[in-house]
């Protein structure tokens, strides 16, 4: 099985920061892609920011130059770094990753999502 955790979510005030991260663990052969969402109330899950295996980076262009997405391979683990950060950033912040792993004799490619993190930007 595989499991992604989540972590440091939480309220700041504007123009503070924050550092979520989302370990993958189980039998875990390769990860690709991971990627980082966000849904606010009322509003659809969307895109925040994504790097490939190879550290390729890519964002919305809401979080350009404020939030930075990174990967450590040797642990599994993606993080976003999130620097002032405004009211309109609160949301529940989803990590998502597309990887290989080991189940029942076969290899598989599936995505996982996390269990989801509450950020709160307010005064």
């Known amino acids: 099985q595989v499991q992604l955790v989540e972590s440091g979510g939480g309220l700041v005030q504007p123009g503070g920061s924050l550092r979520l991260s989302c370990a993958a663990s189980?039998?875990?052969?390769?990860?690709?892609?991971m990627g980082w969402f966000r849904q606010a109330p009322g509003k659809q899950r969307e895109l925040v920011a994504a790097?490939?295996?190879?550290?390729?980076?890519s964002y919305v262009d809401s979080v350009k130059g404020r939030f930075t997405i990174s990967r450590d391979n040797a642990k599994n683990t993606v993080y976003l770094q999130m620097n002032s950060l405004k009211p309109e950033d609160t949301a529940v912040y989803y990590c998502?990753?597309?990887?290989?792993?080991?189940?029942?004799?076969?290899?598989?490619?599936?995505?996982?999502w996390g269990q989801g993190t509450q950020v709160t930007v307010s005064s």
């Open positions: 790097i490939t295996s190879g550290g390729n980076t």
């Open positions: 189980g039998s875990i052969f390769s990860i690709y892609a």
């Open positions: 998502k990753t597309d990887l290989k792993y080991y189940s029942g004799g076969y290899y598989r490619r599936n995505d996982y």
